[in-house]
């Protein structure tokens, strides 16, 4: 059976490898929430599963040493701050310094759909410097919808959760076609889930209202964040909603400021485009591999094989799953032996270990807010022109990204307006970014600095990968996240970081 990868915008996979508008009174700066306050306590090993109906969902690891976590009440629709409540699990790796501790770090891995709960920890065990542990609470959430808070559905049969939420590689306008009745039925699949009350409310800007709602109940005037990838939109949408209650912000692998829709989706393709030099190089340096001795034989051997796996696929791989290999496996520098292993073994017919299927809860929780924070075209004739003009120039994974997506069948159930991100409040933005960024491309990037304005100073690294901060291994870019951080020292102007010896 086929496997398509989910290919989100997550930051925690990264790490993971590098290791080894409602109301106006709802969103107002000057309006105080009242939630109550937290009770810490300790983080199971293993978190529990919360049950949807009779599934099990969001069951995620919150292990590690000096890890508490806690539960808040959050209204669903911010409209109505009395009506009904969910539930948002939160963590905390507390400073081990009160005289050095100057608030709490809120922090995002991506996403959407991804856990935080457990993020704390894995940025402490990936080197957050010592000035910014002791400087802040570390606070982690798993965003609503996802993982041990209240969870969505959109009760996903085991053979739609190996689809994932990435179309296939579509060569011909028929492939569109092909493509709609498939997203159109898991939408209106979403749409009559179990959790299907939730829909208009799990959105980023709602997101950000409850970290709001956390700093409230921490007892906290201010909050400074660390976000990556889709947690840099998280970021931006809240120092939007709050600029008066934002202190320092650092917004890594940035998206566009319209977030995680149509035009997002697509630069995936150009992220490809701008990363895979880097793996041509490598791939042409160890010729041992037999994929080229140069980087355009390396380039070739890509076209070749995908060709070859989209007309007879080796061990389920074909050549959409080939190209999403290629591409996840692109967001790691040190993952570029192991993609040019696989593309010998599949070059010689070889299979590959089946890759893990995406969990329910995930695809679920990502497609409510990639689908809900804004509308897609809902017309297939769309798709196929987007599929069309990305081919041409996005060839490795333009099918892909221009294909149709079931957001173009979501429920049109929207409650408020997308947050516009803007240049209005304190300049305390940093934005910390790769030039080769496969997941979130610079020019998306370079569109959120021109959003902010005066208020964003931009750091840009001259290397690949997705993830900067602390999992880079950049002393330029590094050094100048932890002075900001730990010390409130940001670059009065945007700053280039040159590359680094590997």
Not at 40 to 68: F, I, M, R, T, Y
Not at 144 to 151: A, E, N, Q
Not at 455 to 481: E, I, L, S
């Amino acid at each position: 059976m086929r496997k398509i990868f989910s290919l989100a915008l997550s930051a925690t996979a990264v790490a993971a490898a590098a290791l080894s508008g409602a109301s106006a009174a709802a969103t107002s700066d000057t309006v105080a929430a009242t939630p109550d306050s937290l009770r810490w306590g300790p983080c199971p090993q293993q978190a529990e599963s919360k049950k949807v109906g009779s599934q099990k969902v969001g069951s995620q690891k919150a292990e590690a040493p000096g890890l508490e976590c806690a539960t808040l009440g959050v209204p669903l629709d911010y409209r109505d701050p009395g009506g009904r409540q969910i539930e948002i699990a939160v963590s905390r790796l507390a400073s081990k310094d009160p005289s050095k501790r100057r608030g709490v770090l809120l922090t995002n891995p991506g996403g959407p759909g991804a856990s935080g709960l457990d993020y704390p920890a894995l940025l402490a065990g990936a080197g957050l410097p010592k000035d910014v542990l002791d400087s802040y609470d570390v606070i982690g959430i798993d965003p609503r919808g996802v993982g041990r808070s209240t969870p969505v559905t959109c009760d996903l049969t085991p053979q739609q959760q190996d689809r994932g939420n990435f179309p296939p590689y579509a060569h011909t306008s028929a492939d569109v076609a092909r493509e709609a009745p498939h997203a159109r039925a898991v939408a209106e699949q979403c749409a009559t889930s179990r959790t299907a009350w939730m829909l208009p409310y799990v959105t980023t800007a709602n997101t950000a209202r409850d970290m709001d709602r956390i700093r409230t109940a921490l007892g906290e005037p201010k909050i400074s964040y660390l976000g990556a990838s889709y947690g840099s939109y998280l970021g931006a949408v809240y120092t939007t909603l709050f600029p008066g209650r934002s202190d320092r912000i650092v917004l890594d692998s940035n998206m566009g400021p319209e977030g995680y829709g149509l035009t997002d989706f697509r630069l995936l393709a150009r992220g490809m485009e701008d990363r895979f030099p880097d793996f041509a190089a490598y791939a042409a340096a160890h010729p041992e591999n037999g994929l080229g001795t140069t980087p355009e034989e390396v380039t070739a051997k890509f076209f070749e094989l995908a060709k070859r796996l989209d007309a007879a696929p080796v061990g389920g791989i074909d050549g959409t799953l080939f190209r999403g290999v290629t591409f996840e496996r692109l967001y790691v520098e040190g993952l570029m032996p192991q993609l040019a292993k696989e593309w010998q073994a599949l070059d010689k017919g070889r299979p590959l270990p089946p890759p893990p299927s995406v969990p329910e809860n995930f695809l679920a929780s990502h497609l409510y807010v990639a689908c809900g924070d804004s509308r897609w075209p809902g017309k297939v004739r769309d798709y196929q022109l987007n599929a069309a003009v990305d081919r041409l120039k996005y060839p490795m994974l333009g099918g892909s990204t221009g294909n149709i997506k079931l957001c173009a069948y979501w429920p049109d159930s929207r409650v408020e307006q997308p947050v516009r991100i803007g240049d209005r409040g304190p300049s305390n933005v940093l934005m910390v970014q790769n030039e080769r960024d496969p997941g979130t491309p610079l020019v998306g990037a370079m569109k959120l600095r021109r959003a902010f304005g005066d208020r964003a100073a931009m750091v840009t690294v001259d290397q690949g990968g997705h993830g900067v901060y602390p999992f880079g291994r950049n002393t330029c870019a590094n050094d100048t996240v932890t002075a900001f951080l730990a010390g409130g020292q940001r670059p009065s102007e945007d700053l280039s970081c040159a590359a680094e010896p590997k």
